[in-house]
């Protein structure tokens, strides 16, 4: 029988491909009903106009680009996005992170030499345009502000030197980016195994950790192995997955059993706004190793 | 066709039911896995054991108990249930809020001559008792803190007078203090139409609640709400929890009738920023739907 925690681990759906497709959706929330924040996670590996209009959200965007080609510094591949009425042209892995309101849009990826990997998430569930009427042509921070790029070896990260592992880019709302939004992007090196996270807690916002192979020729493959706890409850996670985690839902101990290759980690969590004010709960007797600890429902 | 944002307008799972049966479920997020919180609501007709265990969940837990026949103090059954390891007992319209990681449970209803509705919600999504150790059983507010009774004018500004309730229960922090969720219980008479509120935007998560009073026939809602979602306009004539997840936009909220007696409940949590906008250009002045622009 399905453990009740089991549905919060969600997987891209296989559809067919061919190597002429230029984008491959991995795992996207308007996919998983269950999943209560805007979400989607693709490899571009051709040139591809990802939204050729304009638009703005209600909620703060974080955009990821992340090269395959095991290089923090360069992208191998041209994203161009216009914000504000500005155009950017990028061309090293990097977050974005779009203030509410906030007109952006007529995003393109092109001379595409080695694909890429990207994810585009906000706190809201819809990803629908607010009518121009609301749109702020004045935001309080600059563009170069809402770009973040390779700063993994800069931050204090208590796994940083773990040589099976390396960040590449940190982005804590309010200390290395501007925003509501926390993530951190991490590429897991081969291994044979490693603790990541000793110890369960729980907290009053969602977050989502992703799981990705970086073969983007093969995108449904993990080529990795990982024990994570749910609910008290230990999964193994072995083809690309993402742990969406609501509100005050447990959530690990991490251990990396496996690594063959190479694997993309990201975080994603809510650091300001309603959803935070309640601290996290340390669950001290849900921990690794350990066959997990059973939590009932009162009736 | 379906509109896009019918999603979050839920209904009550109709099953056969009987005068005998104790409980009735109306709607819960365990049957709708887009709410994003703890959610159940349901009447009480006869005696029963709601749950007969303890457990401390990791979010506070608000309790509903109100009378279906309109007496704004008296609720027409008693509630018990153990807090901490003390009795709590009550026979009013109560709205009772639990903390996190507070042992509770024992829940019983007993001594019913008026059935009551009820509703049990918090911001957690999976309803789980925590493992004992992380019970928290020292340092817990005194259970008459906890609790709060009719706290409600009968015609509670700022709706307009054309608006015949009366506020049974307000659960907010000025009556139980550093409570997370905030929450009205009202009964609407029968009455015409009178506008209840304009269209905006929070980061938060809202349930706009409609029920009948009529435990015996729990699946009817004899009145007409028009509700607007997103930009769509909906007609609401039966049990519904109108669910808005953060940042989806809601109202204008128009009651058209009400025919018989209703209960309506809002829900939505308090701590944090909250932040709430009035979003432009939402409504047409013909009353049409909105098409609101999906980028891509």
């Not at chain 1, 990802?50 to 290089?71: G, H, K, Q, V």
């Not at chain 2, 159940?40 to 005696?47: G, I, K, L």
């Not at chain 2, 026979?91 to 009772?96: H, R, S, Y």
């Not at chain 2, 607007?228 to 049990?239: D, L, Q, R, V, Y």
């Amino acid at each position: 029988m399905a453990n009740l925690f089991e549905k919060y681990l969600l997987h891209p759906i296989e559809r067919p491909i061919t190597d002429a497709d230029a984008k491959v959706d991995l795992i996207r929330s308007a996919d998983n009903p269950i999943m209560d924040f805007f979400y989607e996670s693709a490899f571009y590996r051709h040139d591809c106009v990802i939204c050729d209009t304009i638009y703005a959200l209600p909620y703060n965007e974080l955009f990821c680009f992340m090269s395959t080609n095991n290089n923090d510094d360069v992208l191998d591949a041209t994203v161009k996005m216009e914000i504000n009425g500005q155009e950017i042209i990028l061309d090293r892995p990097c977050y974005v992170q779009v203030p509410a309101y906030v007109p952006h849009g007529k995003i393109e990826i092109f001379d595409v030499k080695t694909p890429v990997f990207s994810y585009v998430a906000g706190f809201g569930r819809e990803h629908l345009s607010t009518p121009e009427a609301n749109w702020i042509r004045e935001p309080e921070i600059t563009i170069d502000e809402m770009i973040l790029f390779n700063n993994g070896a800069l931050i204090n990260d208590p796994h940083r030197n773990n040589p099976c592992q390396h960040c590449a880019l940190v982005c804590l709302a309010g200390k290395t980016m501007k925003g509501e939004i926390s993530g951190v992007m991490r590429r897991f090196d081969k291994t044979d195994g490693w603790l990541y996270v000793s110890n369960a807690h729980a907290h009053g916002y969602p977050e989502a950790l992703g799981f990705y192979g970086t073969d983007a020729w093969n995108p449904y493959e993990l080529k990795g192995n990982y024990t994570v706890f749910v609910g008290g409850h230990p999964f193994t996670i072995d083809k690309p997955t993402l742990g969406f985690f609501p509100a005050y839902v447990p959530h690990c101990p991490i251990k990396v059993e496996h690594v063959e290759n190479q694997n993309f980690w990201h975080s994603f969590g809510q650091a300001i706004g309603s959803f935070n004010a309640a601290k996290t709960l340390e669950l001290t007797n849900i921990k690794y190793p350990g066959d997990g600890v059973e939590l009932k429902q009162p009736w | 066709m379906a509109k896009y944002f019918e999603k979050y307008i839920l209904h009550p799972i109709e099953k056969e039911i009987t005068d005998a049966d104790a409980k009735v479920d109306l709607i819960r997020s365990a049957d709708n896995p887009i709410m994003d919180f703890f959610y159940e609501s349901a009447f009480y007709r006869h005696e029963y054991v709601i749950c007969d265990e303890i457990y401390a969940l990791p979010y506070e837990e608000i309790f509903c108990f109100a009378s279906t026949n309109g007496d704004p103090e008296k609720l027409g059954a008693t509630v018990k249930m153990e807090i901490n390891g003390q009795q709590f007992e009550t026979d009013k319209n109560t709205m009772l809020v639990v903390p996190a990681l507070v042992p509770h449970g024992k829940i019983e209803v007993t001594n019913v001559e008026v059935p009551i509705f009820s509703y049990v919600a918090g911001r957690g999504r999976e309803h789980v008792g925590l493992p004992k150790e992380n019970w928290k059983t020292e340092d817990v507010p005194p259970i008459e803190q906890m609790a709060t009774y009719n706290n409600g004018p009968i015609n509670d500004p700022p709706l307009p007078p054309e608006a015949k309730q009366k506020t049974l229960v307000k659960a907010l922090s000025r009556y139980i203090p550093g409570i997370e969720m905030f929450t009205v219980l009202r009964r609407f008479e029968e009455s015409g139409p009178w506008f209840f509120s304009k269209g905006h935007i929070h980061d938060g998560v809202e349930v706009l609640c409609y029920y009948g009073s009529d435990p015996w026939h729990p699946y009817e809602f004899d009145g007409e709400v028009t509700q607007w979602i997103g930009g769509e306009k909906f007609t609401i004539n039966k049990p519904s929890v109108c669910f808005f997840a953060p940042y989806v936009y809601h109202c204008p909220l128009q009651i058209e009738k009400i025919n018989k007696p209703c209960i309506w409940h809002s829900l939505s949590p308090v701590l944090g920023s909250y932040s709430s906008s009035t979003i432009e250009g939402l409504t047409s002045e013909d009353g049409n739907d909105i098409e609101v622009v999906k980028p891509w």
